[in-house]
């Protein structure tokens, strides 16, 4: 009878111990995963590819299998293209030691970009897992003021570079952006993309307000354009210049001193100074009338836009792609290069316009906009317009 007390003690005690066990069980942390692997089982090793290096030559150098080798050439490409790794990303092996303390190679990732991973499992049955991080949207204000270039004031104010390529895009037909001024400034509402937390670019701007020449340009992003308060396109029918140039060097006059023959005439377009090679754009949609080489105005084409206007675009080096007689381009389609043929003194373009056959200066040109928002769609394009000018 005396032996019932102990008996009993010790089943509570193997009870309580048994308690504190699952207890302890149930506050173990959760492995710590990564890429779906509970790393903390495996000894990882982080590399990047090299130049000139190949996968095979990865995998061999990382102790795997022959039939892991031949089973990642097996893959369909579709799934994993191996032949396209790159040099500079990393990748991560993951291994395993086996009951013989050898260690085995269990898992390859590779690292394609901030939201693509691939991962190969190389246990059991092989197969290829593509794991994509989900790109976060978030709408933001900003706004920054231009010391030198919109470009540099984006960088200054650690904003998306995009934000100032896609702005030069909305105002490229109303801001000439090589003539901002030193305190000119932009406010714009847009989707920052972003994933872990990491700006990877942006999605749509809203609206915007640049100033600039003493005045402020708004732009409301509806029914798939741009348009300013008062629902008028900013699109327009022209480009504000045909490339990306360093200066003017000569502008429209009927009085210019020629720079060879040394004699005064007329020069009715505008010079743009230029790096040869420089690509010349159509400022607009239209039909190419003329293709060749044109004397003092050396490789020349010209371009008839509608029954009003024709441009032309003079020196050129070589001409682009699909350009010919009769062809249609677009706005903003590469239909030359800059170069210094004809009677030209270094690499330029020559820039002409004629509205109704008569010559008109480039940079006086008032282009004719694009169609406004329609009447019966200005309530809703009015309450947007309220919306976000409260949020500029």
């Known amino acids: 009878m005396k032996r019932l007390p102990i008996i009993l003690a010790v089943m509570m005690a193997v009870i309580s111990c048994g308690k504190k066990t699952e207890e302890a069980q149930t506050e173990q942390e959760p492995p710590r995963m990564e890429f779906g692997i509970a790393v903390d089982a495996y000894r990882i090793d982080t590399n990047t590819v090299n130049n000139g290096e190949t996968l095979g030559g990865i995998f061999n150098r990382l102790g795997a299998t022959q039939q892991q080798m031949a089973g990642?050439?097996?893959?369909?490409?579709?799934?994993?293209?191996?032949?396209?790794?790159?040099?500079g990303k990393t990748y991560y092996a993951f291994f395993q030691t086996?009951?013989?303390?050898?260690?085995?190679?269990?898992?390859?990732?590779?690292?394609?970009n901030i939201r693509e991973t691939v991962v190969l499992h190389l246990q059991d049955s092989l197969h290829v897992e593509r794991i994509v991080k989900p790109v976060v949207s978030t709408q933001r204000s900003a706004q920054a003021v231009i010391e030198s270039s919109l470009w540099n004031a984006m960088v200054d104010n650690n904003l998306p570079i995009q934000l100032a390529l896609d702005l030069s895009?909305?105002?490229?037909?109303?801001?000439?952006?090589f003539g901002l001024q030193k305190g000119d400034?932009?406010?714009v509402v847009f989707d920052e993309q972003s994933v872990d937390d990491q700006c990877i670019g942006i999605g749509r701007i809203y609206a915007a307000n640049f100033y600039h020449a003493n005045k402020w340009q708004e732009a409301f992003f509806f029914n798939n354009t741009y348009f300013d308060a008062e629902g008028k396109s900013l699109k327009k029918a022209f480009l504000k210049a045909p490339l990306n140039y360093k200066r003017i060097s000569s502008r429209f006059t009927y009085a210019r001193k020629h720079p060879i023959f040394k004699t005064v005439r007329p020069h009715t377009g505008v010079d743009y100074a230029a790096p040869m090679g420089t690509p010349v754009v159509s400022i607009g949609d239209?039909?190419?009338v003329e293709k060749g080489y044109k004397g003092g105005g050396g490789n020349t084409v010209k371009i008839r836009h509608n029954s009003t206007y024709t441009t032309a675009y003079l020196h050129l080096s070589k001409y682009g792609q699909g350009v010919s007689v009769g062809s249609h381009v677009s706005q903003g389609q590469v239909i030359g290069y800059v170069g210094s043929t004809g009677n030209s003194t270094g690499p330029h373009l020559d820039f002409r316009i004629w509205k109704n056959g008569?010559?008109?200066?480039?940079?006086?040109?008032?282009?004719?906009?694009?169609?406004?928002?329609?009447?019966?769609?200005?309530p809703e394009f009015d309450s947007i317009v309220n919306v976000y000018r409260t949020k500029l």
């Open 72 to 87: 990642i050439i097996r893959l369909p490409l579709s799934e994993f293209d191996y032949r396209k790794i790159k040099p």
């Open 98 to 112: 086996d009951s013989c303390g050898l260690e085995q190679l269990c898992y390859w990732v590779y690292v394609d």
């Open 185 to 187: 400034s932009i406010r």
């Open 169 to 177: 895009d909305i105002y490229a037909w109303t801001i000439d952006f």
């Open 358 to 378: 008569s010559p008109v200066d480039p940079l006086k040109l008032v282009s004719p906009p694009s169609e406004p928002v329609p009447s019966k769609m200005r």
């Open 286 to 288: 239209g039909t190419v």
